[in-house]
């Protein structure tokens, strides 16, 4: 299957923002993580409810996002750059993966 040229150009900025992710990935620590995953509701979000027991959409929403954050930054860490594209075109251009790390 013959892969459009903007398809190419758009895997490769996806391939060097996973690598730049990896980068990060090195430097942030264990302690550093931990803490941006419980921030982030990485495990799930909470039911947030008001001073009157009713649904705080608001704050649920800004949970939702957090947590939004942090799987973004776990795609990074364990998808490749072809299951990244997939997911941005929501189609699938690669045949052959490659690994995680990037070799």
């Not at 990935?25 to 931990?34: D, E, P, T, Y």
Request: charged share 25%.
């Amino acid at each position: 299957m013959e892969i459009p040229r903007w398809v190419g150009q758009l895997y490769e900025q996806v391939r060097r923002r996973k690598q730049s992710y990896l980068q990060f990935k090195g430097i942030g620590g264990a302690a550093f993580f931990a803490d941006l995953a419980n921030f982030c509701c990485a495990n799930a979000v909470e039911i947030v409810k008001d001073e009157q027991g009713r649904l705080d959409k608001d704050a649920m929403l800004i949970l939702v996002g957090r947590r939004e954050v942090w799987l973004r930054i776990q795609n990074h860490f364990n998808l490749t750059s072809q299951q990244l594209l997939a997911i941005q075109l929501g189609k699938d251009y690669f045949q052959e993966e490659e690994q995680v790390d990037g070799r």
